[in-house]
């Protein structure tokens, strides 16, 4: 049922819709669509930014309270430290921010602390093939000269693998990246149309040719990844509602499993 649900659902968006559902109770991949092409990654990346950064405090014996200067070329318009002309912040603001408000500042202030080649380095060392910063947050010049930010859906669920499993840092600093990513305030897709109280621990991703939304599921009995990500889009709002009606399928064929109704 699910299967073809999902199936009519992607056969009738106009966009791409790149894909994967995995189950957390059986380690099972229960849908995959396209999760294998490369895309633009929007600001999907700054979750293995986050990682790659946690990793770094963990090996280093980092302190989140230490603070940084935001120096005035990092600093880019939507972003909540721009708004407020914050000129520092913690490492742990900065986190946060870039996560839970896709702050863009805060993300560009982190690319600076190990730079891009060691993110790079990090994410293949840890099984991410085809994830790639290779711009800071709206270089639209640097984009234009080919040098995006990638991924794909495989690389996404490979990673949110690794944060559910705990394998990637010590019980600590996985808890700080559940914490962060637990407290997302953008809602407009994976949540979308789920009305229940649901824990999710996820990222969001947009510019005008992509949306996307990636992420843990906590249910009462059974834990599972998402991402949806959408791409050669021109109407955001359409590909969101995409989103969230694929969310709200998965989510009702797990809940219904729960129930015995599946």
């Given at each position: 049922?699910m299967?073809k649900?999902l199936e009519?659902?992607?056969?009738?968006?106009?966009y791409?819709?790149?894909s994967?559902?995995?189950?957390?109770?059986t380690?099972e991949i229960?849908?995959?669509?396209?999760?294998?092409?490369?895309?633009s990654?929007?600001s999907i990346?700054?979750?293995?930014?986050l990682?790659?950064i946690l990793?770094h405090?963990?090996?280093?014996?980092?302190?989140?309270?230490?603070?940084?200067k935001?120096s005035p070329d990092?600093?880019?318009?939507?972003s909540?430290?721009?708004?407020?002309?914050?000129t520092?912040?913690?490492?742990?603001e900065?986190?946060?921010?870039?996560?839970?408000?896709s702050?863009?500042t805060?993300t560009?202030?982190?690319?600076?602390l190990?730079?891009?080649d060691?993110?790079?380095?990090?994410?293949?060392?840890?099984?991410?093939?085809?994830?790639r910063?290779?711009r800071?947050?709206?270089?639209?010049?640097?984009?234009?000269?080919g040098?995006?930010?990638?991924?794909?859906?495989?690389?996404?669920?490979?990673?949110?693998?690794?944060?559910?499993?705990?394998?990637?840092?010590?019980k600590?600093?996985?808890?700080?990246?559940l914490?962060?990513?637990?407290r997302?305030?953008?809602?407009?897709?994976?949540?979308?149309?789920?009305v229940?109280?649901v824990?999710?621990a996820?990222k969001?991703?947009?510019l005008?040719?992509?949306d996307?939304?990636?992420?843990?599921?906590?249910?009462?009995?059974?834990d599972?990844?998402?991402?949806?990500?959408?791409t050669e889009v021109?109407?955001n709002?359409k590909a969101?509602q995409?989103?969230?009606?694929?969310?709200k399928?998965v989510?009702?064929?797990f809940?219904?499993q729960?129930e015995?109704?599946?």
């Open positions: 049922m299967h649900q009519r659902i992607i056969a009738q968006c106009p791409k819709v790149h994967i559902v995995e189950d957390y109770n380690n229960v849908w995959k669509n396209r999760n294998e092409e490369i895309f990654s929007a990346i700054k979750v293995p930014i990682i790659a990793a405090l963990q090996k280093t014996n980092g302190n989140l309270n230490r603070i940084y935001i990092n600093m880019v318009d939507f909540v430290l721009t708004e407020q002309r914050q520092q912040a913690t490492l742990h900065l986190l946060l921010w870039m996560i839970i408000t702050d863009n805060a560009n202030v982190c690319i600076d190990l730079g891009m060691a993110f790079n380095d990090y994410f293949k060392e840890i099984g991410l093939h085809n994830t910063v290779q800071k947050m709206m270089d639209f010049e640097r984009q234009k000269l040098f995006d930010n990638e991924t794909t859906a495989q690389d996404m669920q490979h990673l949110f693998g690794q944060i559910y499993r705990g394998t990637l840092l010590t600590e600093w996985n808890a700080v990246a914490d962060i990513l637990s997302q305030r953008s809602h407009e897709s994976l949540k979308r149309y789920i229940d109280d824990k999710m996820h969001t991703g947009g005008d040719t992509v996307h939304d990636a992420g843990i599921v906590f249910t009462r009995n059974r599972y990844f998402i991402g949806v990500f959408i021109t109407d709002d969101r995409t989103i969230g009606t694929i969310s399928i989510y009702d064929h809940t219904k729960e015995g109704i599946d």
